[in-house]
């Protein structure tokens, strides 16, 4: 059983930087290749990026590409989300997922999600 803890998120004005965390325990990190996804009320739960199990592959939505970077530490246990040029639609509750057969689809394990909240 892996257990994921977001932090991080916080209020931040339109063309802020914030970073995200998530922490994993109880389960082998590296075997999972690792997600954030982001949900608001009105719109579906959204992929917004996910990287390799060693960190040297790395994807995103093209609403986020060029702004927000995935990485992680597998010593730490730990995938970071960095979001620079915030912008209001980027509101949202950001959960990360781990995924072990990287499937891109199904989800493990998921965290709690964080606020994330821009104002403009």
């Known amino acids: 059983q892996v257990q994921l803890v977001e932090s991080g998120g916080t209020l931040v004005q339109a063309g802020g930087s914030l970073r995200l965390s998530c922490a994993a325990s109880?389960?082998?990190?590296?075997?999972?290749?690792m997600a954030w996804l982001r949900q608001t009320p009105r719109r579906e739960r959204e992929f917004v990026a996910h990287?390799?199990?060693?960190?040297?592959?790395?994807y995103y939505a093209d609403s986020v590409k060029g702004r927000f970077t995935i990485s992680r530490d597998n010593a730490k246990n730990t995938v970071y989300l960095q979001m620079n040029s915030l912008k209001p639609e980027d509101t949202a509750v950001y959960y990360c997922?781990?995924?072990?057969?990287?499937?891109?689809?199904?989800?493990?394990?998921w965290g709690q999600g964080t606020q994330v909240t821009v104002s403009s």
């Open positions: 109880g389960g082998t990190f590296s075997r999972y290749v």
């Open positions: 997922a781990a995924d072990l057969l990287s499937t891109g689809i199904h989800y493990d394990y």
């Open positions: 990287i390799s199990r060693n960190g040297s592959s790395t």
